[in-house]
């Protein structure tokens, strides 16, 4: 199990640039990936060559800058398009997973009515837009924050028009059964959306294969920069789709004698008014190439051998309660949330502990998930998200560190 992930992590740390720096004289554990991920160089590298060789703006510049940056700019949709088995002129570009939950609840145009079942668990991003913009119906979980994903026939009803679940949870790592709720979903004729900001980089994806109708996600959470993230929709879905902004860039004819009347241009430009994340998105395409480079197939072996050596790991220690301890490394990515029992201390100051004391960054507080902690009876947890080039080396100051503050 070491060797699988070790020698793994050993080759790619390298990439990392903010892996050599310390934390109060310690060498730097980053085990907060599920919150944003730390940038390989060949990503910051694509980022800073668009500064310093090509800027101009895109789809506008008909000078030499203005066809490079236009360029790599396309480049970078058509990479996420490949990496998830779409078309690019299925890709909406859009600030981030949020962005693109907000655009289809938006794009469906959902009345009080309308009923959008979800697992209680989810983050925010997937279920305060529901609360706006249609009903919610809340999957129930279990006292983990799991799924009772054998409900979900029996919340379906006639006014059921989506199913929104986050592929892997941000707080217990549990990977949803996203064939079986598509079958179910579409034998109903309701369309599923899946929220992928936690899959992107852990596992390999089709959107084919997987038979969803929606797949949002962020490229900050897979190597990329922030402020850039995707919606990939059907195109008879995007054709009919209502523009919720308008602007530059996005339109084919302005007609002046008509007040009101401009053609805008196809999907997904038109969705893409005013000048676009430029350096993030090509910084995006650059992280999707390096997680290629690397393979997600081999991301997935150090994940399945890193979520158990962590779990196990946690759950060893006298004071620790993982959440979704018994869940099995095939049904989850290798992430753990769990609660010290240090008298005194409230789960983000362990976290603060563990960071100022061990060198190890973790995430603490409710994960944007205040719905499955209230549920769970937890005042906050604390989350270890690790990646592909954390090392064993690395899980065991996190757990030397947890040992001490919980003894
Ligand atoms: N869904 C899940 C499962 C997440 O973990 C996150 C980010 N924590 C989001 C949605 C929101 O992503 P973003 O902040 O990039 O829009």
Redesign the pocket.
């Known amino acids: 199990m070491k060797e699988t992930i070790d020698s793994l992590a050993k080759k790619v740390r390298p990439d990392f640039p903010l892996l050599r720096r310390e934390i109060s004289g310690r060498p730097l554990v980053f085990l907060d990936n599920?919150?944003t991920t730390p940038k390989p160089k060949a990503v910051i590298d694509a980022v800073v060559g668009y500064y310093e060789n090509a800027t101009a703006n895109v789809h506008r510049g008909v000078h030499a800058l203005g066809e490079e940056a236009t360029r790599l700019f396309d480049d970078a949709r058509r990479e996420v398009a490949g990496l998830i088995g779409a078309q690019p002129s299925e890709i909406v570009l859009v600030r981030?997973?949020?962005?693109a939950i907000n655009f289809v609840a938006n794009g469906l145009e959902l009345g009080p009515e309308d009923e959008v079942v979800f697992p209680a668990s989810e983050?925010h991003?997937?279920w305060i837009p529901w609360r706006v913009h249609g009903k919610p119906v809340p999957m129930p979980i279990d006292e983990d924050g799991l799924p009772k994903w054998d409900s979900l026939e029996g919340l379906i009803t006639k006014k059921t028009r989506l199913v929104s679940v986050?592929h892997v949870?941000?707080v217990t790592g549990a990977i949803a059964p996203v064939e079986e709720i598509v079958r179910i979903a579409h034998a109903h004729g309701v369309p599923v959306l899946l929220?992928a900001?936690?899959s992107l980089s852990h596992l390999p994806l089709d959107v084919q294969k997987l038979g969803v109708d929606f797949l949002a996600t962020?490229s900050?959470?897979a190597f990329g920069p922030s402020g850039v993230?995707i919606l990939w929709g059907r195109k008879d879905f995007l054709a009919k789709c209502p523009l919720y902004q308008v602007g530059g860039g996005m339109i084919s004819l302005n007609n002046d004698i008509d007040v009101g009347g401009f053609v805008p241009r196809d999907a997904p430009f038109k969705f893409e008014a005013g000048t676009p994340a430029i350096e993030a998105t090509i910084g995006f395409g650059a992280a999707v190439r390096y997680l290629r480079q690397i393979g997600l197939d081999h991301i997935r072996e150090h994940d399945l051998a890193m979520s158990r050596y962590l779990v196990e790991g946690l759950a060893d220690i006298p004071g620790v309660r993982v959440l979704a301890r018994k869940l099995p490394p095939e049904k989850r990515i290798a992430l753990a949330t769990f609660v010290v029992d240090a008298p005194a201390m409230t789960q983000e100051s362990v976290a603060r502990a563990l960071s100022d004391m061990f060198g190890v960054c973790v995430s603490a507080g409710f994960h944007?998930t205040h719905v499955l902690h209230a549920r769970a009876k937890l005042a906050g947890t604390v989350r270890a998200s690790p990646h592909v080039f954390n090392t064993t080396e690395e899980i065991d100051a996190l757990l030397e560190g947890v040992r001490e503050i919980a003894g």
């Open positions: 599920a919150s981030g997973t949020t962005e983050h991003a997937n986050g949870s941000n929220d900001a936690q962020s900050h959470k993230g944007c």
